[in-house]
């Protein structure tokens, strides 16, 4: 049914690394093709061809493959519902295999999945590398990706998907090496999920990068190792910039982070935006309003999702902004005037608003 892959590119971080020019492949949910959505209806099944257990046979095989088509040798761990392969060693497959579990469940629990109920087929994968030539030849040679300028990223080919990372040994200090490498790894991981959420359906850009963000420093604060937790810088560093942006009137508005169709590896206000905006949100209701939203953009119907006019492509907008008004009760713009004088003014408690706290 769905043969496309989305490609997203790990690419904030990178800017946050200040690594050198970094090109930009498919960017979150650009690449999908939509399916017809139902209108109201129930969330959408897997499509599947092959049974479970079937599925979950070509994933334990893949070492097998890779080692004899590409010569590396994968270490493998598997959980609940994740296989992990690689090179990383396996007591960081360990430590990353608690947080993704640990998303895992936090995403079931904010959008309302059955203890049982399966997001996708077989387990997710994770293929995790030592060495960044490894990551590299992998991306080439399993899913014919040129990564050389990609931090790291997910693909999902039917109802399978998987992450590709490496450890990046640019950091001189371990510890925040370290919780760099988990923090992009569950926001692939976040993508990956919400990918698979109801349909296939993309949502906008900002909801993807602002609830990947959200979700990869609430997961490791909540589910890390203590010594990590207080090492995830991307909280302050976006709060910083956003507050700075904003006592200069110089913070985009809400208009057009929600009418970007990308956002560019180095667009940190949009990373930054996305991630406060989706922060505040989800804190309404316990996450019930931004389900709701979540679920509305999933059902966006097919002819305006995917526009191919000037004329759809303004539809497309008005469409999120009823939206967006019907499930959080203000309008993009309401909320905006509300978020601005919330950054100014709450300096020094800035910290207190963020969810989950
Ligand atoms: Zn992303």
Known sequence: MDDSRVLLARLFLSVLL?????ATPGLCGNAVTAVQPRQGGQRQSLDLTKTLAEYLKIQREHPKKIKEKLGLDCNTLETQNFIIHGSIDQQLMKETSVLCEGLHSEFKRIFKYKKKEKLYAGKLELFLWQDRGEFIKFAAGFDGYDATHAGGYFTSRGPLAHVNMYWDTRFTDKLAGKARFFEVTIHELT????????SHNRIRVWV????????????IRRYGDRKIRDRVKTKDYFANYLRRQAEQGKLRSMKDLMRQ???????????ALAWIVAANLVNMDNGMRFLKFVKAMKDEPAETARPTSQELLEKSFSYQDWKFKECFGVTPQQFERWLLNWIVKNKSTFHKAFPFQ
Do not use: K
Not at 191 to 198: D, M, Q, S, T
Not at 264 to 269: F, K, L, Q, S
């Open 208 to 219: 993807h990068e602002g609830f990947a963000n959200l979700m990869a420093w609430y997961v």
């Open 261 to 271: 169709r990308t956002m560019p590896g180095n667009d940190i206000e949009g990373y």
């Open 191 to 198: 993508h990956a999920h919400l990918r698979f959420y109801r």
């Open 18 to 22: 200040a690594s050198a020019a970094l």
